[in-house]
């Protein structure tokens, strides 16, 4: 199993340009979610869902956009970066215990840099 | 919705003593505990977790206990080793929103040798 994988490891944006965060499971997963950790911040919930045509806003939605059209796949959009954007991005995915997310299994996390 | 406070933000101790890091959380239905490691330039990892039937939890030389009244939970590191340089995170996931799994701001934790 390669776990959970996130595309691009790095990227530089302009600001007002758009991008889309990719991430992919093979564990198969009911349960998916977005973070950004900025430092002395922690990690905070941008998204997250609980299966395919499921999605639902954690902390920090504004400014991104998900779906979930399959289970193995949980995109994160950008639709106008901005520099308050600038951040680290980890995926996350995990089993539904009885509705309730259990242990979390990270990918790699995207370094992402908004001039 | 669920706050997770986390202290201290650095913690530094001599290799072989303990660590200790603290988190309070504001949702008294919160009912699942982890922990989780973060090496440099990697994702978090689980280390242990707890949920809310149950006060205390080891795995070798790592611990967590868990006071529900007064809504605080820690992770005890003993015989501290230079590979448990990290950061590490608590978290908690409220029975109301269960799906949501709210972080501290972590804590950096070095070994000196």
């Known amino acids: 199993n390669a776990g959970v994988t996130q595309t691009p490891k790095f990227q530089v944006l302009k600001t007002g340009q758009s991008m889309t965060l990719q991430c992919a499971q093979d564990m198969n997963h009911e349960y998916m979610s977005w973070y950004r950790q900025d430092p002395g911040m922690g990690l905070r919930l941008i998204h997250y869902?609980?299966?395919?045509?499921?999605?639902d806003q954690g902390e920090v939605p504004n400014g991104y956009n998900v779906s979930r059209s399959t289970t193995e796949d949980f995109p994160l959009r950008l639709l106008s970066a901005a520099p308050s954007q600038t951040s680290v991005y980890f995926c996350?995915?995990?089993?539904?215990?009885?509705?309730?997310?259990?242990?979390?299994?990270f990918g790699p996390g995207t370094r992402l840099t908004v001039l | 919705g669920e706050n997770v406070e986390q202290h201290p933000s650095t913690l530094s101790v001599q290799e072989g003593d303990s660590a200790v890091i603290k988190c309070t959380y504001s949702d008294s239905a919160s009912n699942y505990f982890p922990w989780y490691k973060q090496e440099l330039g990697k994702g978090p990892q689980l280390i242990i977790d707890i949920r809310s039937n149950v006060g205390e939890k080891k795995d070798q030389r790592i611990a967590v206990t868990l006071n529900k009244t007064a809504k605080h939970f820690s992770l005890h590191i003993t015989e501290t080793q230079p590979e448990d340089s990290a950061v590490y995170f608590c978290?908690?996931?409220?029975?109301?929103?269960?799906?949501?799994?709210?972080f501290g701001s972590g804590t950096r934790l070095s070994i000196r040798p």
């Open positions: 996350a995915s995990s089993y539904l215990g009885q509705g309730k997310a259990d242990t979390q299994y």
């Open positions: 978290a908690a996931s409220g029975y109301s929103s269960a799906s949501k799994i709210i």
């Open positions: 869902s609980v299966g395919a045509g499921i999605t």
